[in-house]
């Protein structure tokens, strides 16, 4: 059975930082409504403009073996991720989008470089992509 991915927008608005939500609370409550939720899935935030690549390839750097992924720890605790800031990437792009990746698929690398465990099936990883709103 192939797993179906589709991208889901999520209204970042509602993202305060501090009292309400902060935009971490707005990606892991989607996951946990979709039932994808788990404490140690990897983050990449993206172009959306490159979502079907990643519908379809699994990544966006199709080329590559590697990505570049973050923690939840890693985003949430200040001081501690060692690339760049997820939000912060995706917010610099047109079109700002976030991918989700299970980590029994990645194979941690150095840094936030994450290699995938199936180069012939990259898509394995994937759990699910968010367009971001502001």
């Known amino acids: 059975m192939v797993k179906r ?4 927008t999520l209204d970042m608005k509602i993202a305060d930082g501090n009292y309400v939500k902060t935009k971490m609370e707005v990606v892991t409550d989607a996951l946990k409504e979709r039932g994808k939720y ?10 959306g403009d490159n979502i079907p690549e990643i519908l379809k390839e699994g990544t966006d750097r199709t080329s590559e073996n590697t990505t570049f992924c973050a923690t939840e720890a890693q985003i949430t605790t200040p001081g501690i991720l060692d690339g760049e800031d997820i939000f912060y990437y995706a917010e610099e ?5 976030i991918a989700v990746f299970n980590p029994d698929e990645m194979i941690y690398d150095c840094a936030s470089r994450y290699r995938f465990r199936h180069l012939m099936d990259k898509k394995r990883a994937l759990v699910a992509v968010f367009r971001l709103k502001y």
């Not at 788990?38 to 172009?47: E, I, V």
């Not at 792009?93 to 989008?97: F, I, L, V, W």
């Open 5 to 8: 991915i589709r991208p889901v």
């Open 38 to 47: 788990r404490p140690d899935l990897l983050y990449r935030g993206f172009s």
């Open 93 to 97: 792009q047109k079109q700002p989008a």
